[in-house]
Each structure stands twice: as structure tokens, then as C-alpha cells.
């Protein structure tokens, strides 16, 4: 399985989405300080995931959610309380 997750940052309450094959393991990395792009916003929560069978399918998603703002802006809405 391919994940897509969002990550809300305890320090500035800011999202991070990304996607790995192995969610614990990468909540971990982040969690650690083994990912350069979130290091400085440690400790983070996950918050929201989607499971794909296929990895293109879940860049895509993972793609689709960062560059376009009315995916992105629609997932927002409809899990709100998720979030």
C-alpha cells in the first residue's frame, strides 16, 4: 500500500502532506528530525491519510493536493474537524 498523509506540526500548527509506502516509518523519520524539509517544526501529529494500491496513484494525489489549491481546498473543507 501507498499512503498520502498530512502532518500538523506542534510548533506552528502548519500542515505537511506527503506520501511513503510505510506511514509509521515515516511518521517516525519525521518525528526524528530525518527529514530536512520539517526538521525545525518537530514534533508533528498525523492527522489525515489516504491508502492507494498504486504508487503513481498516490504521487499523483500527493502532487494534485500541494499544486492545486482547490483540491486541496476541498479535502480542507470536507474533513474540517479531521484537520
Same mark, same amino acid.
Request: glycine share 4%; net charge positive; no cysteine.
Given at each position: 500500500?501507498?499512503?498520502?498523509? =498530512?502532518?500538523?506540526? /506542534?510548533?506552528?500548527?502548519?500542515?505537511?502532506?506527503? %506520501?511513503?509506502?510505510?506511514?509509521?516509518? #515515516?511518521? %517516525? /523519520?519525521?518525528?526524528?528530525? !530525518?527529514?530536512? %524539509?520539517?526538521?525545525?517544526?518537530?514534533? =508533528?501529529?498525523?492527522?489525515?491519510? /489516504? !491508502?492507494?494500491?498504486?504508487?503513481?496513484? !498516490? #504521487?499523483?494525489?500527493?502532487?494534485? &493536493?500541494?499544486?492545486?489549491?482547490? !483540491?486541496?481546498?476541498?479535502?480542507?473543507?470536507?474533513?474540517?474537524?479531521? &484537520?
Amino acid at each position: 500500500m501507498y499512503y498520502v498523509y =498530512f502532518l500538523r506540526s /506542534e510548533v506552528d500548527n502548519n500542515l505537511y502532506i506527503g %506520501s511513503t509506502n510505510n506511514l509509521r516509518r #515515516r511518521l %517516525s /523519520e519525521h518525528n526524528k528530525g !530525518a527529514v530536512p %524539509s520539517t526538521k525545525s517544526r518537530i514534533p =508533528f501529529t498525523l492527522r489525515y491519510y /489516504e !491508502a492507494y494500491y498504486s504508487e503513481s496513484d !498516490a #504521487r499523483h494525489r500527493e502532487s494534485s &493536493l500541494k499544486k492545486d489549491g482547490k !483540491a486541496l481546498g476541498q479535502l480542507k473543507k470536507r474533513i474540517y474537524e479531521s &484537520l
